[in-house]
């Protein structure tokens, strides 16, 4: 139940191509805050409401602000395990969370990301004030025991050995794991079997009486609901949740080590053609929020069919596909270009793609026209996961933790103003020439192949595994 695409709205492709918005992006960012209403509880939790009677259903969502980034090394994917043992240890019997939320007609889930925790219930809008009801007894009276860790634990390995069972999770792990060695474990977010089998009862009660408080979390309610109803039950429902200290006063989250060099990974597996996979430490939005969205619509501009970047790679035929994008975190977000090409051409394909990155500052092929038009796509996305019934909370939840509600507010206006120049200023900044990981996913045969040309490759690549 974990979810690590961490990335609040998906990368446009294709068919969209001829759906623009006539609003500027100020009227549309003016329509988000008539839209949002948020008030903050005398316990620090904050209420964030998202009105939209279109369909009559509604979202309510439980954010708390932890997950991989403030895992220490012995506690990879102890954020993940909480999922597990609420939603069972729920009213002491391991099904009477699902029996509450199916008697609404409804549906559950959690997800656990970089930087926040999500637990969630859709329904519809006629039981809003029941599903808040039930959310707020799940992390208010947690009580989860040895016997709830004893039959959960194998639970979640079992999620974590079948994501180890496909090639391509697997190889896009290890590359993950050289691109933030020793923080890796603020970037884990399921865990593995060894750091799993050694968390204890008396850990998870610790860390969870350290982040999962009221002023650390958020309730978020979208769809068909009144903004003063939600708030009027949050208070009646979250009111006695007692607030904690603060966190990360106590316990701040180190910052992210650089990436000093390049390094490879080769991997071989039971794949019949070839994964490149490129990664660099990217922006922190706290740090520098400017390169997010520079870096946002140079992949928009990057990822268009029409671009002259797809151009070169696709269309020429050496890679039948080419993606790439930035994850907006505080912590350091990844920078990802995946291509998929053949095993006849992989070597060729890995050159020609570095150098592609090599000279991405020159913004090769790309005109004013490319950057209005992946503005508008930007646009269309965006609003499109704010829209959508489904999405809308988790979307919130993620923009909050991550960057917080006024980036959130105000990104349309800032990805409409980038320039040519300061997407040169993030390409210069984040990729030119930067130390990143190089990651290669193939065939036995041409993994070996790969791997002995990258060692002897001047400057290629270090450390190939």
């Known amino acids: 139940m974990h979810n690590t695409s961490g990335r609040g709205a998906a990368y446009l492709r294709g068919a969209i191509a001829a759906v623009v918005f006539a609003c500027p992006a100020a009227a549309q960012d003016a329509r988000l805050d008539q839209r949002l209403q948020e008030t903050v509880l005398d316990n620090g939790l904050q209420v964030i409401v998202a009105e939209n009677p279109a369909v009559p259903v509604a979202t309510v969502l439980v954010a708390v602000r932890t997950g991989a980034f403030t895992q220490e090394p012995a506690d990879e994917g102890i954020s993940h395990l909480y999922e597990h043992l609420l939603f069972r240890s729920y009213g002491g019997e391991p099904s009477k969370f699902g029996r509450a939320v199916s008697a609404m007609g409804g549906a559950f889930n959690g997800t656990t990301n970089d930087e926040v925790v999500n637990y969630f219930i859709e329904v519809p809008s006629k039981s809003t004030k029941e599903a808040i009801k039930v959310l707020a007894r799940l992390v208010r009276e947690a009580r989860f025991g040895d016997r709830d860790l004893k039959l959960e634990r194998p639970v979640v390995l079992d999620e974590l050995q079948r994501g180890e069972s496909d090639p391509e999770a697997s190889f896009t792990r290890r590359v993950d794991r050289q691109v933030w060695g020793d923080a890796w474990s603020r970037k884990d977010v399921g865990g593995d079997s060894a750091s799993l089998a050694g968390i204890t009862l008396a850990r998870l009660h610790e860390i969870y009486d350290r982040y999962y408080r009221p002023n650390n979390a958020a309730l978020i309610v979208t769809g068909d609901v009144s903004a003063a109803d939600v708030i009027a039950m949050a208070r009646e429902q979250f009111g006695p949740w007692q607030r904690g200290p603060d966190p990360f006063a106590d316990h701040p989250v180190p910052p992210m080590p650089p990436l000093t060099m390049r390094r490879g990974v080769v991997m071989g597996g039971a794949v019949d053609g070839v994964t490149i996979l490129l990664e660099w430490p990217g922006p922190s939005v706290d740090e520098d929020a400017a390169s997010t969205y520079a870096a946002d619509v140079l992949f928009a501009v990057l990822d268009a069919p029409t671009s002259a970047f797809q151009r070169r790679l696709v269309d020429s035929g050496l ?11 505080a912590h350091v977000g990844p920078i990802r270009l995946r291509a998929q090409t053949t095993p006849e051409r992989a070597q060729e394909a890995l050159l020609t793609l570095l150098d592609e990155v090599d000279r991405l500052d020159a913004l090769d092929g790309i005109t004013p026209d490319d950057l209005k038009f992946a503005k508008r796509s930007r646009e269309v996305t ?11 909370a988790p979307t919130l939840s993620y923009w909050w933790s991550a960057a917080g509600l006024d980036y959130y507010r105000g990104y349309t206006a800032h990805t409409t103003s980038q320039t040519l120049d300061d997407l040169r200023h993030f390409a210069n900044r984040y990729l030119v020439g930067r130390p990143m990981v190089i990651g290669v996913l193939g065939p036995p045969a041409v993994a ?18």
């Open 319 to 329: 890679f039948q596909s080419v993606q790439g994008g930035y994850q907006t975190l």
């Open 448 to 465: 070996r192949g790969v791997a002995s040309w990258l060692r002897t490759a001047s400057g290629s690549a270090r450390g190939v595994q």
């Open 382 to 392: 965006d609003a499109l996961a704010f829209e959508a019934t489904g999405s809308a």
